[in-house]
T-cell receptor
Framework: KQEVTQIPAALSVPEGENLVLNCSFTDSAIYNLQWFRQDPGKGLTSLLLIQSSQREQTSGRLNASLDKSSGRSTLYIAASQPGDSATYLCAVRRGNQGGKLIFGQGTELSVKP | DTGVSQDPRHKITKRGQNVTFRCDPISEHNRLYWYRQTLGQGPEFLTYFQNEAQLEKSRLLSDRFSAERPKGSFSTLEIQRTEQGDSAMYLC?????????????FGDGTRLSIL
């Protein structure tokens, strides 16, 4: 059974810091891995999606890496801003024939001005 | 794309009542998913449709829950005889098979509170 874990559960940093959020999964047989952002009381906004054969994806100040063999992904945020404060969730998908995402419990990020 | 739309945004009801939520996926997205999220946790999969066919159901979906997608467009999720433990955010997502890596796009959810 696939399990996804995110560490830390909460993180508080001063504005301008670079930071790394961690995601680990127990079954390396994944199709892709997706990072989401969730603001309080809102739905999920997709940030980055990495196919299982890829090593990393970049979008602006965000960089996501994937090491499928070790069951790990990281989300790197450069030069953090107060507007980055949110909960960040990672999710893995098993197959390419549709199907569910398995989510971690999220990391709640607070960036202080 | 107008995005995934969910209605209502909030629902407050008394224990024992029935509730129904609606999800309108992005146009041309023929896969539709329902998830449930409780406070401080990540979303948990409930069920998914390809067109009108319900292809997978989680064990979380007890016999009080039923989901439909009658014409392969919008979907409804009904909870009968609601219980305190049903209080959660119910999220809908859709995806388009054949699109690059087929990302799932989420709506803003329906927050259910059981009194």
């Amino acid at each position: 059974k696939q399990e996804v874990t995110q560490i830390p559960a909460a993180l508080s940093v001063p504005e301008g810091e670079n930071l790394v959020l961690n995601c680990s999964f127990t079954d390396s047989a994944i199709y892709n891995l997706q990072w989401f952002r969730q603001d309080p009381g809102k739905g999920l906004t997709s940030l980055l999606l990495i196919q299982s054969s890829q090593r990393e994806q970049t979008s602006g100040r965000l960089n996501a890496s994937l090491d499928k063999s070790s069951g790990r992904s990281t989300l790197y945020i450069a030069a953090s801003q107060p507007g980055d404060s949110a909960t960040y969730l990672c999710a893995v998908r098993r197959g390419n024939q549709g199907g569910k995402l398995i989510f971690g419990q999220g990391t709640e990020l607070s960036v202080k001005p | 794309d107008t995005g995934v739309s969910q209605d209502p945004r909030h629902k407050i009801t008394k224990r024992g009542q029935n509730v129904t939520f609606r999800c309108d996926p992005i146009s041309e997205h023929n896969r539709l998913y329902w998830y449930r999220q409780t406070l401080g946790q990540g979303p948990e999969f409930l069920t998914y449709f390809q067109n009108e066919a319900q292809l997978e159901k989680s064990r979380l979906l007890s016999d009080r829950f039923s989901a439909e997608r009658p014409k392969g467009s919008f979907s409804t999720l009904e909870i009968q005889r609601t219980e305190q433990g049903d209080s959660a955010m119910y999220l809908c997502a859709s995806s388009k098979p054949g699109s690059l890596l087929e990302p799932q796009h989420f709506g803003d959810g329906t927050r259910l509170s059981i009194l």
